[in-house]
């Protein structure tokens, strides 16, 4: 889970990828291992500390590039890793050659390479919804100036407006997102603009979490926050940016504010490295994370067709240390072990009122599966008090894993 989600109602923005590291000496460790991570963001990080600490004598190299003004982690507990910081990006990955090209020329050689791209917005997979339709629709799921921009239109609006989200199928960037974030829009609106609504317009008839969430919404936003499945005509055929308006076979909605989260697919780089399918993410090896279509190249975080892993942020660092571990041992030639992955997802329904779901993961037949009997969500007869801890245990969630991966 990333709190991206809540922070546009606050001023913050979140992690979305991070700087470029390279090792101050490769030169002396010239036999060693050299092991490129691209991307800098929970995965990327993570993957990269957890080689260094699985073997110091691998050469690691971490690049990727984020713009300062979405900077609020800092990288001072990865350059205590011996990783010096430098900012560029990668623009051209070659298997056969075994090599990364970066923004300024330079070519980085790899034993192996890992990629952790996050993901991209499928432009205009959604008829009528591009780059310019965002500006009017802002989608807000890459953290940045998206996020402020839907801020500022929901505090711009007068009370009584309208605000639609449409919610796209299955798969794409954490599975609770789009309900966390209504929620969080109901509890401003409620207390805000007390006469507006919020109808989330989706393209599923099931979600993560969702009786959870239901109960919540009935117990703190009756009236105020609709949710249309699939089954009634909830998934949004086209947009019209000129006028806000939602398009569904069922019907047609014109907001004063609405946050389109688009279809997705993984990262450009992956597309460039050969690593994605047709369906636009990236098929794995479920014990190692290798690339099915690129030998030597690794894929995780929320890039990767992960099974039963949603694509959220403690699943990438759960990823990361296992992908670490096995192409530690690959370099020596062992076999690796067969790893055990975990995900714990936390959702703010109010700022005192928290939900969250569990798993534990493991391969199987050729796929990353849940552990049966593993796992759970929030109990739904909880009582306030037991959500207003779950509150608080978010935001320690939150920054217990963010302090483990950047300090």
């Known amino acids: 889970m990333k709190s991206s989600r809540r922070e546009f109602l606050k001023l913050g923005v979140t992690v979305s990828v991070g700087a470029a590291l390279f090792p101050a000496r490769a030169s002396a460790q010239s036999t060693a291992a050299r092991v490129v991570v691209v991307g800098g963001g929970f995965a990327g990080a993570s993957c990269a500390r957890a080689l260094r600490q699985a073997d110091p004598r691998i050469v690691v190299t971490l690049v990727g590039l984020r713009e300062l003004r979405a900077q609020q982690f800092t990288y001072e507990r990865v350059a205590a890793d011996g990783i010096v910081i430098s900012r560029t990006t990668a623009t051209g990955v070659d298997p056969q050659a075994r090599s990364v090209t970066l923004a300024d020329g330079t070519r980085l050689p790899y ?72 929620s969080l829009i109901a509890n401003f609106l409620k207390t805000k603009k007390p006469k507006s609504k919020l109808i989330v317009l989706d393209a599923k008839d099931a979600f993560s979490k969702q009786r959870l969430f239901q109960q919540a919404w009935s117990e703190l936003y009756p009236g105020l926050l609709e949710w249309v499945p699939l089954s009634k005509g909830g998934s949004v055929t086209s947009v019209d940016p000129a006028t ?9 909605h014109q907001a004063k504010v609405a946050n389109v989260i688009p279809p997705q697919k993984a990262g450009r780089l992956a597309d460039v490295a050969g690593v994605t399918d047709r369906t636009g993410w990236c098929p794995i090896d479920p014990a190692t994370f290798e690339s099915k279509l690129q030998p030597g190249v690794h894929v995780i975080g ?106």
């Open 302 to 407: 929320d890039a990767a067709i992960a099974g039963a892993m949603p694509k959220s942020a403690f699943a990438a660092n759960s990823q990361a240390k296992s992908c670490a571990a096995a192409i530690a041992r690959l370099l020596t030639g062992a076999t690796p072990s067969t790893p055990k992955l975990i995900n714990t997802c936390y959702s703010l329904v109010a700022p005192d009122y928290g939900i969250s779901v569990a798993g534990v993961y493991q391969p199987s037949g050729g796929q990353i599966a849940e552990v049966p009997g593993s796992g759970g969500v929030s109990p739904a007869d909880a009582p306030r008090a037991t959500r207003a801890a779950e509150a608080v245990l978010a935001e320690a969630w939150f920054r217990t894993i963010t302090d483990e991966v950047f300090g």
């Open 244 to 252: 806000r308006t939602l398009v569904t076979d069922f019907g047609r």
């Open 111 to 182: 034993d192996r390479l890992v990629l952790a791209p996050g993901i991209e917005i499928r432009w205009n997979a959604l008829p009528g919804y591009d780059q310019a339709a965002a500006a009017q629709m802002p989608h807000a799921w890459q953290a940045g100036e998206q996020t402020l921009l839907l801020r500022r239109q929901l505090e711009a609006m007068d009370d009584g407006g309208l605000v639609v989200i449409s919610a796209p199928a299955n798969p794409f960037r954490c599975p609770p997102g789009p309900y966390e974030r209504a």
